[in-house]
């Protein structure tokens, strides 16, 4: 089992051995902690897609990166925004819920609408069994629930000024609703998992989605900050690029602006003349999922060649 020393090197130029002149030389070096378990490989494809390559070894703590500027940390999503906070990494990437669940005090770069299953958020969720006479919160007084997020259920029942008993839940939180408990606040992204399991949502506690957050100190730090709002970046435009497609296609200058009529484009087309006169070739940027009404309409329009391909990021 991995120990803190051996996630987190000491950074003393004395214990990693040399002198201070030595140490002050070395290169710079970012700590970015990415979310090990159901997130890790929904995120190291998009840092794939963002240009970063990581590759995971079964004999090192610490992933390869192919950027000599980062060091990449996988840690469980509940416990990144405290190492974050406390410094032992510059940045990472959680849930806006592990933030909250944990109060940390870090400075949030940008949410990134991504998930192990869907893009839509995912929720906490107040849920019990469909027979259950429980209808609202008000109901909960007395009661007790089973949650992973402990500090945000306490806080939520605080609001509504309702005591009951919170425990803490290792797993399989939903088993228990039926036996050994009253409630669960659960996480979910569709509720197929809650239905699955003859559970009804009462009310949702939190939305949450992936946060870029960064530690305060290093946020303050020039190259830190530089590097942190370039991962930011190429993040944003790797997931903007998902739901999107470019398409080419040449069509005859006379039958232009029908097809322009027809054209959704991210921004204004790309248009440039061909060596065969009176011809043009037209580039654009669209919604993956309108490509299959638009291709016809673009061939009825005129349009020829038409190519569609696959983009790796989109920055606005």
Request: proline fraction near 4%; charged fraction near 25%.
């Amino acid at each position: 089992m991995a120990v803190l020393e051996d996630l987190f090197p000491a950074r003393d130029p004395v214990k990693l051995g040399g002198s201070q002149s030595q140490f002050m030389a070395r290169k710079k070096i970012l700590r970015f902690g990415l979310p090990k378990g159901s997130l890790q490989e929904a995120t190291i494809q998009k840092m794939a897609k963002a240009g970063f390559n990581i590759s995971i070894s079964s004999r090192s703590y610490i992933p390869y990166v192919d950027d000599d500027e980062l060091e990449i940390r996988l840690i469980r999503a509940q416990e990144i925004s405290r190492y974050v906070e406390h410094g032992y990494l510059d940045c990472g990437i959680t849930g806006h819920d592990w933030i909250v669940e944990n109060g940390s005090k870090v400075h949030e770069v940008g949410e990134f609408l991504f998930s192990k299953a869907t893009r839509q958020p995912a929720r906490w969720v107040l849920a019990v069994p469909e027979n259950s006479p429980i209808k609202s919160v008000k109901d909960l007084r007395g009661k007790r629930i089973a949650t992973e997020v402990v500090n945000l259920t306490k806080k939520y029942l605080r609001q509504h000024g309702v005591k009951a008993e919170v425990e803490f839940s290792w797993g399989a939180t939903e088993v228990k609703a039926h036996e050994l408990v009253d409630a669960i606040v659960e996480l979910t992204e569709t509720g197929s998992s809650l239905r699955a399991n003859k559970l009804r949502i009462v009310d949702t506690l939190l939305t949450s989605t992936p946060r870029l957050i960064a530690n305060q100190a290093a946020w303050k730090m020039p190259w830190k900050r530089r590097k942190i709002e370039t991962l930011a970046l190429l993040l944003k435009g790797a997931l903007e690029a998902e739901a999107k497609v470019g398409l080419k296609m040449n069509i005859a200058e006379k039958n232009l602006a029908r097809l322009l009529q027809s054209l959704p484009a991210l921004r204004n087309p790309t248009i440039s003349r061909l060596s065969q006169k009176g011809w043009v070739a037209v580039e654009t940027i669209i919604d993956e999922h309108v490509v299959r009404e638009f291709i016809p309409r673009l061939k009825a329009a005129g349009a020829e060649g038409i190519i569609e391909y696959p983009l790796n990021k989109v920055v606005y």
